[in-house]
């Protein structure tokens, strides 16, 4: 028998009896080697209180090109937001809309075919800036924003590159909740102790996992994050911000948030009473009529105030939630 065989045949060993000893302490058999024996570690330690009790996954897809050209704008078009409970261990909210780009109204053929959405769905999709107002109507109505909430990605690029570069487009600035976030990429590293960072897909075959639905698809990326950051939290991973938004950080505009500075931010969070959001949320009153309609007014109050430019389908989106309707392309679920 080769020393090769040998080697197999020992890894193999090794891995049936950390799957023994994972189901014998009630644990998650599945997962690669790596990733049972960091899971089994955290277990024998003392369970970790997680710093956030609520956490926000979003998987921006955007408009691109088979070879983008230098200095290419991408413009976001889908939309998508999952709301996790890491005290329960759960998906406890979802939303979802598309976006209608400005600068690039007609996707190519190899966007509609690398994201699966169709050119009809974006030119019935509200602007950006409306979406984006639903989107905060959407938090300001969730039970869950009575707490720090912090965002989370599968890398800095949702934030960092297409957010930012959206709210620059449309002249309106990053929303509070979006200025720190939790790179899922990096956390799973240093957490599972991984020679190298691992994509969405290679992240969930080292745990063992299935992707749901299409891949490049919004909505199912943002899911399949959400399940990834869901088994950190439940293999022992305190899960916290490490990326931020840094405008003089020329050319990728984000630094890295090293843990004082993490601490101290959620410390500063908890004193103020959540975030920017659920702050505003407090001093309106808890559960007042119909938030969606007073954040779909103050926008409707904005476009009146700043001329803005906006399309009859955005001022029809906007009028849907004013009234508490909800709005073309828009959802969410609970």
Request: with cysteine; proline share 4%; hydrophobic share 40%.
């Amino acid at each position: 028998m080769s020393s090769s065989a040998d080697n197999n045949s020992a890894e193999e060993r090794e891995l049936r009896q950390l799957r023994v000893a994972a189901s014998d302490a009630g644990l998650d058999c599945r997962g690669n080697a790596e990733i049972l024996r960091r899971r089994i570690r955290s277990y024998k330690q003392a369970r970790v209180e997680q710093a956030y009790r609520y956490l926000l996954v979003v998987d921006f897809e955007a408009t691109c090109e088979s070879q983008n050209p230098d200095n290419y704008q991408h413009e976001i078009i889908e939309f998508p937001l999952v709301l996790l409970d890491l005290h329960e261990g759960k998906v406890v909210d979802k939303f979802h809309t598309y976006c209608r780009p400005k600068l690039h109204p007609k996707l190519s053929e190899f966007c509609r075919q690398f994201t699966g959405i169709e050119q009809d769905v974006v030119d019935s999709a509200p602007s950006f800036p409306a979406a984006l107002a639903a989107v905060q109507a959407w938090l300001q109505h969730s039970d869950a924003l009575t707490e720090p909430l912090a965002l989370a990605a599968d890398c800095q690029a949702d934030v960092a590159t297409f957010l930012r570069l959206q709210c620059s487009l449309d002249g309106i600035p990053v929303p509070a909740w979006a200025h720190y976030w939790v790179n899922l990429r990096i956390t799973f590293q240093r957490h599972y102790a991984l020679e190298r960072k691992l994509n969405l897909s290679g992240m969930l075959a080292a745990l063992g996992l299935e992707f749901e639905g299409r891949p490049h698809c919004g909505l199912d990326d943002a899911v399949n994050v959400a399940k990834i950051a869901l088994q950190l939290a439940a293999d022992g991973c305190r899960l916290l911000v490490n990326q931020r938004l840094d405008q003089n950080k020329s050319p990728y505009y984000w630094r890295p948030v090293y843990k004082a500075e993490a601490e101290a931010k959620l410390r500063s969070d908890a004193a103020a009473g959540g975030t920017t959001t659920s702050r505003q949320r407090g001093r309106r009153g808890r559960r007042q009529a119909s938030p969606e309609a007073a954040a779909a007014e103050a926008r409707l109050d904005d476009i009146c105030d700043d001329e803005t430019e906006e399309s009859l389908s955005d001022l029809l989106y906007l009028v849907n939630l004013r009234n508490n309707r909800g709005g073309a392309g828009g959802s969410s679920t609970r």
